[in-house]
């Protein structure tokens, strides 16, 4: 854009070095006010970090700027200015003064092809930016709106206590049953509690993973021998769907008179149902694995009971009285807010079990929540980078199409002058700004899918 007065001043007698260091010097105070800016700018912008990151990620309080990254950004802009400065004025120092003042860097090279290109450039990078935050801000959306397939409000999950120390023979054995059998009994009472909806007891918590897990191939449905699909087995009692508050997608539940207290059903889950038919209803359908023979009652919601970023595996819900030793926890939904039952409730199991630890009843919220919160720290990281893009990416859009415009206001009212309309005029200036951008769209959203 310059081209004109580096041809006045060569012609002057400024020689190269001259006219290289008065560009180096706008850039080294540009650059130094940009800098100065990002470092007052940082102290607020990490206290506001701090305040966006969920409560329970205790790290997020020791954040703090760090100097080496501004330093690294500092390197990277002073580089950046560089190249763009001297990469011109290298082609500038190889042209006559009247190529330059024609607005050419040689015979075959104009000014305006380079522009062209730079601004497409320009754009392709911004279309990146925009993508790469859009990204992220989805990401941040995802993780805020995860879903478990379960309603963890209002349920607490309580694991009596069971002492097997120095037991290593039969008598473990005999010991757990009877522990079992102390749970099942403690869940009847609870349900009877008044405010306690549902009481079922199951092998862990859904939430974290697991130390020990019932895994079996399913060989056989409807009959027919099929490929081995590895499913969880997680044995729980018959309310569990009401416990969890799952949702039922096809078919009944466990707790249902018809079949309550029977060995022979269970309920899968969506994966499942999938990969045993993708079409054919699976509800009423047998199926078999090594240590399972039984009927399909229900497909309920997937359970995902890991991260956001795990899929759902393939789950079969199965009544406990299968594995008699397995369910020894109790998942007690309340109609009323957890908390206020939680002392009567405690009375309950301790008066069978003895004290209870804090960790021994909690909420399941609780574990949900311990679960997604490094994913929401990321996401809201990433949700701030967004936020900083897009003002970003705007303003290289709207800089790189004013500049095209000024560039080319000679040429416009040359157009005018002899005769062209104002909206003619427009329209010359957006025909090329459209193609400018629909370019540099295609290059930086290619490179972003990349």
Known sequence: DRLREIAVRISLGAGTGRIIAQFAAESFWLVSLALAAAALALPPLSSTLIDLLPGDLTAAQYLEPDGRALLFAA??????????????????????????????????????????????????CTALLLYVATLSAYSYLNVLRFDYGFDAENVLLIEPPLNLTGMTGPESTVVFLAHQG???????????????RHAATIWDSPIPTRLQDFRNDVLWFDGKEIRPIAARIFPAGPDVIEALGATLVAGVGLSGAAHRGRQDVVVINETLAKQLSPIVPTVGKSIRAEFLRATVIGVIKDLVDSTPDTPAAPLIIQPAAHRSSSAHRILVRTSQFSETLMSTLRSVVEGEFGPLRSTQMRLLAGDVESTVVPWRGRAAVLGLVALLGLPLAIAGIASGLFFLVRTRTRELGIRLALGATPKQARSFVLSYAHRVVAIGGVVGVLAGAL
């Not at 950046?80 to 082609?91: I, M, Q």
Request: proline share 5%.
């Open 182 to 196: 102390r749970v099942t009994a403690t869940a009847e009472r609870l349900r009877r509690v008044p405010g306690v």
């Open 75 to 124: 390197l990277t802009t002073v580089v950046g200015f560089a190249l763009l400065t001297l990469a011109p004025l290298s082609f500038a120092r190889l042209a006559t003064p009247l190529l330059l003042m024609r607005g050419h860097f040689a015979e075959s090279m104009s000014t305006r092809r380079v522009r062209r290109g730079l601004l497409t450039a320009q754009v392709a």
